[in-house]
């Protein structure tokens, strides 16, 4: 039973939101992959760009820091050396900026620092499952693949329970500013300009500024030193501390990336099991969970793409690419390319070896909560299996719209229990 088929017709518009309103437009990526790998992509809103769209050829210019640049911006959107200055995370960042920054957090998300949280995440995942499974048929999104993300962002952030939902709301706000289901000021379709100099684009960004400078102060008082919050804080080898804006650049970031991009992965998973019940018999079976994580999480893809900004010109597939010209690299393409992956649009939770894109593998900027997703993904899923029999579609799948982050908003189905 195939689990999604691509809707568009082989010549969607990568630069319209709309177009990955009905999932990401494949066919579009398989001709652009098969017959022209190095794209020039118009844009009427903005200067055009080039979309790299093959396995192999994101692979080898994600390694090629000096010849790609983050420090542009990450979006396909321009913006003036201004407000990057201003918006700015250490995303869009090139060493050794970068690598300072990721220093100071990267103990916290290392393999076995997060290995230890797997009894937590055990723990949380009981709850809500039992929670939504006893309704019987429910929205899996919201009542599932929401709710662990969030609940874990607050144990890493060290931010108080009770400010979970709004801080949730927030970074939905301001990741999914396209979607007029997530935010009142939607990206393409009002004047935004008085936000310019707010992490992505968006009044959110405020909001969660101001949260997270009380945050701060009330943690200071009680000499509370819980959460990544704290390290990043801390000063550099050389005396150096992160500067406020950069401060609430990160912890905008780490609201929006560290929930959205796991719930997309663990509503794509769910996806796949109530399409395929046998990918449900696997994971019951137990012999797919060194394995499973990746695939789901190659299978969900929720970084679109990202953008690079080239630092002089170079060629690839007989084209020119100018110094100062954007590059997109298309993870959503590289994950189901057929010269990289067998059958790619077959969910395959014993696929190895799995070198999917969703991480941002290859380069400097791979993805700080790796480990952490992968841990949600594995534990979730083990949990869901003990407790159901079967699970199926009970309505209209939705998708977020935006060609940036990419998930299911709305998955209804169906259970029933072990």
């Not at 935004?192 to 200071?220: C, I, Q, V, W």
């Not at 499973?292 to 170079?314: C, M």
Request: charged fraction near 25%; aromatic fraction near 10%.
């Amino acid at each position: 039973m195939t689990v999604w088929i691509p809707q568009d017709d082989g010549k969607a518009d990568l630069t319209s939101h709309d177009t990955f309103a009905a999932g990401a437009p494949h066919n579009t990526f398989a001709r652009l992959r098969r017959d022209d790998p190095m794209h020039w992509t118009p844009w009427d809103a903005g200067e055009g760009f080039w979309s790299v769209t093959r396995h192999a050829d994101i692979l080898a210019l994600n390694g090629q820091p000096d010849l790609l640049s983050s420090a542009r911006g990450i979006r396909m959107e321009d913006q003036s050396y201004e407000e990057y200055l201003a918006r700015r995370t250490f995303q869009e960042t090139d060493a050794p900026d970068h690598m300072q920054t990721r220093i100071k957090v990267a103990k916290a998300f290392s393999k076995p620092v997060i290995a230890g949280f797997e009894q937590v995440i055990r723990d949380l995942c009981g709850p809500i499952l039992d929670a939504a499974l006893e309704k019987g048929s429910f929205d899996a999104t919201k009542e599932i693949a929401r709710q662990l993300p969030m609940r874990m962002l607050g144990r890493i952030m060290g931010t108080p329970d009770p400010d979970l939902p709004w801080l949730v709301e927030k970074g939905d706000a301001l990741i999914a500013n396209t979607d007029p289901d997530f935010t009142d000021h939607v990206l393409d379709k009002m004047t935004t300009d008085e936000y310019r100099m707010m992490p992505f684009n968006s009044p959110a960004g405020a909001e969660l500024f101001t949260y997270a400078k009380d945050l701060m102060a009330r943690k200071n008082v009680i000499g509370d030193t819980s959460g990544v919050l704290h390290l990043i804080l801390q000063p550099g080898p050389d005396g150096s501390v992160l500067p406020e804006h950069e401060f609430r650049n990160f912890f905008c970031l780490l609201v929006a990336a560290g929930n959205d991009t796991t719930r997309y992965s663990i509503a794509a998973g769910i996806q796949a099991l109530a399409h395929r019940p046998e990918l449900l018999a696997q994971m019951q079976a137990g012999e797919v969970w060194e394995t499973a994580p990746d695939e789901i999480i190659r299978w969900a893809t929720p970084a679109i793409y990202f953008r690079r900004t080239a630092t002089r010109d170079f060629e690839m597939h007989g084209k020119t690419i100018r110094q100062g010209q954007k590059v997109l690299y298309w993870f959503a393409s590289g994950n189901r390319d057929e010269d990289a992956f067998e059958d790619p649009f077959n969910v395959n939770l014993a696929r190895s070896p799995n070198r999917h894109l969703s991480f941002g593998q290859g380069g400097p900027h791979v993805c700080l909560g790796m480990w952490l997703a992968r841990l949600e993904v594995r534990v979730l899923f083990q949990e869901l299996a003990k407790r159901i029999r079967s699970i199926e579609p009970a309505g209209e799948q939705r998708f977020v719209r935006s060609n940036f982050v990419g998930g299911l908003k709305e998955l209804p189905v169906r259970v029933t229990l072990q």
